[in-house]
Each structure stands twice: as C-alpha cells, then as structure tokens.
C-alpha cells in the first residue's frame, strides 16, 4: 500500500491553464506538506498544513492554493500557469507537529513532474 | 547566508571507499536533523535521523555538533547502490523545514 500517494504522475498543460494535483496520505499523520523541486534539483518547502492551520511559505505565488476535505488530503490547486512553474511537486505528510521531535519524519509522495508549455 | 548549505558535488568514490558529507545550518533553533537519499527521478526517503549523541546504521553514521552547527553523514565501504544524492534536512517545527540543496554521491566499480 503506498503511504502518500499523489496523482497525476506527470502533467503536460499550456501557459494560462488552471490545474490540480491531488494527495492523499493512508498514515493517519496530521501534517502534510507541499514541496517543489526545481531544475537545479533544490527541494523548497512551499505550504505545510496541520489541524487546519495552513503555514504558507511568503515566496509562493498566490496563483498556488492548497486545499485540504480532511486531515487525509491535501491537494495543490495552480492557477494561471507559468513556464516558470515547471518542476516536480513532492506532498509530504509527517506525524509530528514538531514539537514531538520523534515523530517528524516526513514520507513523500512519488511527485508529479508539471510541464508548462 | 543559506539556512541549509551542503557541497553539491559529485563524489566520485570507487566502491569499497569511506565518503564523508558535512551540512552546515545557520539557525541555532534548529531542532532536529535528518539525512534523506533521493534516487534519480525519485521522492525523497528518509535514511536516518541525526541524534546528538550521534548514531550508527549498518554502514552508515550520523553524527550533530550542536556547537559548529552542522551534521555529517560517513558512509562506509560503499556499494554501487549507494549512488544518490543525499540531502541534509533541518526542522525547526513544521512550518520550518529545509532541504539542503544535496550531496550527489557516484561510485564505480
């Protein structure tokens, strides 16, 4: 059974188009995350969500919306896409809030590779 | 000053070689620490945690110097398999977690 699992695995769409990743995570963890990897391959945390309080990194957009039904989801909402916006997009969930520092490992979803064309 | 810096390489090492990375972090709040291995065109996934009184896993050793802020990863008597890059994760609470940007590690035959 795969523990985070997101989907689609890859998404080719055209500049302006508005798209959606979804995520969904089986591990009855209560933070899941939103990264982005790039071209240079530098992982960047872009939204974290625990008990329906979303910390949301100053950097990102505000055309990237998470959306959250349950503590199980956490799906990416993408408006308006950019070239720019092409990279691999891993969710993560993790059981911790941090403050239990033992339960912080995060398990990743496979990605999805997005192609702005 | 990045809050997460390691040495992007590439290690070439032949196999059966010990290899060392270091990951220097810039916030003294910094609360725990975590070595992840990313495969070519893969998630990330969690090689082991990094506890202050340092720990060992198989081939692998992890150690923290709180005081110098950073924390090494040595691998030892490395296999083929061991090829990835090796990314140093520092959490500071969960809105505050940060990737090093990674250590990709090539071994030959």
């Known amino acids: 059974d795969t523990a985070v699992s997101q989907t689609p695995k890859y998404l080719v769409t055209q500049m302006g188009n508005d798209k959606s990743i979804k995520c969904e995570q089986n591990l009855g963890h209560d933070t899941m995350y939103w990264y982005k990897q790039d071209s240079k391959k530098f992982l960047k945390i872009m939204f974290s969500?625990?008990?329906?309080?979303?910390?949301i990194n100053e950097t990102v957009p505000n055309r990237f919306s998470p959306k959250s039904p349950d503590k199980a989801h956490l799906n990416l909402h993408i408006n308006s896409l950019e070239l720019g916006d092409s990279a691999v997009y891993f969710c993560?969930?993790?059981?911790?809030?941090?403050?239990?520092?033992?339960?912080?490992?995060?398990?990743f979803g496979q990605g999805t590779r997005l192609t702005v064309v | 000053r990045k809050e997460v810096e390691q040495d992007p390489g590439p290690f070439n090492v032949p196999e059966g070689a010990t290899v060392a990375f270091n990951c220097t972090y810039s916030n003294s709040a910094s609360q725990s620490f975590f070595w992840y291995r990313q495969d070519c065109r893969k998630e990330p996934k969690l090689l082991m945690s990094?506890?202050?009184s340092g720990n060992e896993d198989g081939r692998f050793t992890a150690q923290l110097n709180r005081a110098s802020q950073y924390i090494s990863l040595l691998i030892r008597d490395s296999k083929l398999s061991d090829s990835a890059t090796y990314l140093c994760v520092v959490f500071r609470g969960y809105q505050k977690v940060t990737f090093g940007t990674g250590t990709k590690l090539q071994v030959i035959p």
């Open positions: 969500y625990n008990n329906k309080e979303l910390i």
């Open positions: 990094v506890y202050s």
């Open positions: 993560a969930s993790s059981a911790g809030t941090g403050v239990k520092l033992e339960r912080t490992e995060a398990f």
